[in-house]
Each structure stands twice: as structure tokens, then as C-alpha cells.
Nanobody, 122 residues
Framework: QVQLVESGGGLVQPGGSLRLSCAAS????????MGWYRQAPGKERELVAN???????NYADSVKGRFTISRDNAKNTVYLQMNNLKSVDTAVYYC????????????????WGQGTQVTVPS
């Protein structure tokens, strides 16, 4: 079994910064892509950013230039540095990871964290 635990959410004023962390633990042979999604009230969950095992990154247009995703493979951890936060960034942020639990079979599964709330008042 694999667990993803997020931390770092909270209340921040517009223009402020937060850094989210997500640590994976449990039965892990390899972690492929990792990413951050968010879901605002009444809206569908959307991709914020993701990062491959070779550090290629992809961002939603709405966060480009403000958010930075990174990972520490030795710690099985992915980070999301969020700068210049706006009220539209208010949402529950979820970590996601594509994990191969064991060397055999060579099959990966998608796991999700429990979510962390980020609130930016208007």
C-alpha cells in the first residue's frame, strides 16, 4: 500500500506565498509522474502542475510564472512553491503520484493524497 501525505496549506493574503509538500511512503519500487491538482467549491478538479521522473514539468496556464513544481526523488516527495497567490487560487490541493509498488509485475497505479486547503481571501 502507498500513502501520500500533503502539508503546507493554510490562509495567506493576496500576493503571498505558500509551499506545499507531499511525501509518498509505503511499498514503492519506482515513482513515475507526480503532480498537484486542485478543486475549488462547485468546480471540477483540475491539473495545476505535474513533473516526470526526469524533471520535465507542465503547468496550467493560470499558474505559469507563479507556481513551481519540483521533486526530491531520494525523499519520494513533490513540492509546489506558490507565489503571488490570488483569490482564484483558493481550493483544496491534492497530490497525485503514479507509483510502481514492486519490481514485478511492472505495473503502476495512481495514488492520491487527502488534500490540503489553500485559502486566499479576496
Amino acid at each position: 500500500q502507498v500513502q501520500l501525505v500533503e502539508s503546507g496549506g493554510g490562509l495567506v493574503q493576496p500576493g503571498g506565498s505558500l509551499r506545499l509538500s507531499c511525501a509518498a511512503s509505503g511499498s514503492i519500487f519506482r515513482i513515475n509522474d507526480m503532480g498537484w491538482y486542485r478543486q475549488a467549491p462547485g468546480k471540477e478538479r483540475e491539473l495545476v502542475a505535474n513533473i516526470t521522473s526526469t524533471d520535465s514539468t507542465n503547468y496550467a496556464d493560470s499558474v505559469k510564472g507563479r507556481f513551481t513544481i519540483s521533486r526530491d526523488n531520494a525523499k519520494n516527495t513533490v513540492y509546489l512553491q506558490m507565489n503571488n497567490l490570488k483569490s482564484v487560487d483558493t481550493a483544496v490541493y491534492y497530490c497525485e503520484a503514479d507509483v510502481q509498488p514492486t519490481i514485478w509485475p511492472p505495473r503502476a497505479y495512481v495514488y492520491w493524497g487527502q488534500g490540503t486547503q489553500v485559502t486566499v481571501p479576496s
